[in-house]
């Protein structure tokens, strides 16, 4: 055997973690493959009866010098070969052992001793050029056994489950991180979008209800509303899921559930059904508003601290353009079928869904997670930020998918006269939720360089100013005005939607710094602590932002039917919304952006 070992992979039945050692490894046949895992690759070291206990070897993964250890309990450690002390790549040369329990090996340069299992230095905190001391750990895992090297074209099956996931380590991203990231962001998009579109398809089924459905504005408008309520209410388990069941795992069960509500209303959406069908028709539609917490949940994971704002607005902008896709779809038949044919629309979303739920259930990751890796909604109740959060995002938010499931109705009601078939209507009432759509991204992007309150401030700002001219152009009865005055509305909650989402992560990584800073003198295990409370915290938080935020598009809908019941007209309803937006300004520049002692920065 060499020092330095190469070979190709296979496939996985014994694994053996160095953060979590076992004795399983101890009764491993002596054929049986080692491998070293490096993201979703694994790479195969040695033959286990090959490593003499108490000895290390040096490996190549991923480009990268591994030392791999034996222990006298059987028990298999991959850390990295380079000293930080040194700089010598001689770990792999050092010597094993305990100290008070801790299995170690210690430097042949300075003698510093590491643990085995974790890589943390047990004499010095950070190395002399102000690094942490901490050695990089690996997967363990064997396989087999096996009598012969495995053939070269040999390929095990892709791991449900990363071996290992550190999005914080730019080595690491730049070899295997960004590319995995990558792909699962484009996959969430795809299934987000599908869970947008069956989420706000009501915003469009209302407009085939004719007088033959006998059914008033005011209960349109109830429609409409039933399942943003239930989206709202199901995003707070939705989140929740992501940590228990998996990312990829309960991606494919929330694609699946889709087919529930499409297939629902297919087959009872025709002139005759009761009114009281509708609502539950409407209200099981509400399943797709909880894709958006978990999808944004599962990519909070991905990706690190620096990009996550661009991250998470790609992937909220990719979801929230469902609902321009599905009032193009609606469009589309409306113009060609006729307002006849309802169950066309849903009829569509059938296939796609179970192609989404086959494409993420082949090509989505899970990320490793621990039992204190969950959400923590209890314990993101106790801190002020998470309601001052939750209501920022009710404005951006609430008024996007209030405005969403709601314009077209609006429209119809407000400005019949001019716009007296659903084929116009339908026309206007894509472009709002499109511009929203692709504003979110830029909304991320914007607080990733110049701060996400910066950018919430300025947007809750103009809109103020937005409805304002909307409530100028309805009192003046001035459609124009009214449009473009909605549209730019629209715009702005997109980029404040991007904004506040990135404010969520900022906001818990600056109280980890203070966690960090407060900690006691030469206590080693406060960042790496700091940082996964800051995670579990965020994605809470992202999951309860979000159940408060559809809950605004609830909110929206009640406004105008209660402004059009009692005046006919929606001029009550945007006043509130201005006000409404008032207030958030000056919430957002009181807690985030006055000068003040105790002010969190960076957020």
Not at 291 to 310: E, H, V
Not at 563 to 588: K, Q, R
Request: net charge positive.
């Amino acid at each position: 055997m060499t020092d330095t070992a190469h070979a190709p992979t296979a496939p996985a039945q014994q694994p053996v973690r160095p953060q979590d050692p076992s004795t399983e490894a101890a009764g491993a046949a002596p054929d049986a493959l080692v491998e070293i895992g490096d993201g979703d690759t694994w790479t195969s070291v040695c033959r286990y009866g090959d490593l003499t206990p108490g000895r290390g070897v040096t490996a190549l993964v991923g480009g990268e010098q591994v030392a791999l250890f034996r222990d006298a309990d059987g028990a298999l450690h991959a850390l990295a070969n380079r000293d930080p002390f040194s700089g010598a790549y001689v770990i792999s040369r050092g010597v094993t052992g305990s100290r008070a329990g801790t299995p170690v090996v210690t430097s042949p340069m300075y003698k510093q001793a590491f643990d085995l299992r974790t890589g943390d230095c047990l004499d010095e905190e950070r190395a002399p050029d102000g690094t942490p001391a901490a050695l990089r750990t690996w997967a363990v895992r064997t396989t087999g056994p096996a009598t012969s090297p495995p053939p070269p074209r040999s390929a095990p099956p892709r791991a449900r489950t990363l071996a290992e996931w550190r999005p914080e380590d730019p080595a690491f991203w730049e070899r295997v991180g960004a590319r995995i990231a990558r792909r699962n962001l484009w996959l969430s998009v795809l299934t987000e979008h599908i869970g947008f579109s069956i989420w706000s398809m009501w915003s469009v089924l209302v407009l085939f209800l004719g007088p033959e459905y006998g059914i008033d504005a005011a209960g349109k408008f109830t429609l409409t509303a039933v399942p943003t309520a239930v989206g709202a209410v199901l995003r707070l388990p939705y989140t929740a899921a992501v940590a228990r069941f998996g990312g990829r795992n309960w991606t494919v069960v929330s694609a699946l559930l889709l087919l529930l509500p499409t297939a629902f209303v297919a087959v009872v959406l025709e002139p005759g059904v009761s009114y009281a069908t509708l609502l539950v028709a409407a209200a099981v539609a509400g399943v797709g508003g909880g894709n958006f917490a978990s999808s944004m949940a599962n990519i909070n994971a991905f990706y690190p601290q620096r990009l996550k704002g661009r991250a998470l607005g790609i992937n909220a902008g990719g979801g929230n353009l469902g609902v321009p896709a599905v009032q193009l779809v609606g469009l589309l038949i409306l113009a060609t079928a006729g307002t006849a044919h309802p169950r066309l629309l849903p009829m569509v979303y059938l296939p796609l869904i179970a192609l989404t739920a086959v494409v993420a259930a082949l090509r989505m990751d899970n990320v490793p997670t621990t039992r204190k890796s969950g959400p923590a909604l209890r314990e993101i109740t106790r801190d002020r930020h998470t309601w001052v959060m939750s209501l920022l995002y009710l404005g951006t938010f609430g008024s996007f998918i209030g405005f969403s499931f709601a314009f077209g109705l609006v429209l119809q009601a407000q400005f019949h006269h001019q716009l007296d078939t659903p084929v116009k209507v339908a026309c206007l009432t894509v472009l709002g939720p499109l511009l929203g759509s692709l504003a979110r991204p830029v909304g991320g992007a914007w607080a990733d360089r110049h701060g996400g309150a910066r950018v919430t401030l300025a947007t809750f700002g103009a809109m103020a100013v937005g409805a304002a001219l909307i409530l100028t152009a309805s009192r003046l009865h001035l459609p124009a005005l009214f449009l473009a005055a909605f549209a730019a509305l629209f715009v702005l909650s997109g980029i404040g939607n991007g904004s506040t989402y990135r404010m969520i992560p900022a906001l818990h990584r600056a109280k980890a710094r203070r966690r960090v800073l407060a900690a006691p003198t030469g206590d080693t295990t406060a960042p790496a602590e700091a940082e996964a409370t800051a995670q579990r915290h965020a994605t809470a938080l992202i999951g309860l932002a979000g159940a408060i935020g559809a809950f605004g598009g609830v909110l929206v809908n009640v406004a105008f039917r209660q402004s059009f019941l009692t005046v006919h007209n929606g001029d009550a309803a945007y006043l509130a919304f201005l006000a409404f937006y008032v207030l958030c300004s000056a919430l957002t520049w009181t807690v985030y952006l006055r000068p003040a002692p105790h002010r969190l920065s960076g957020v």
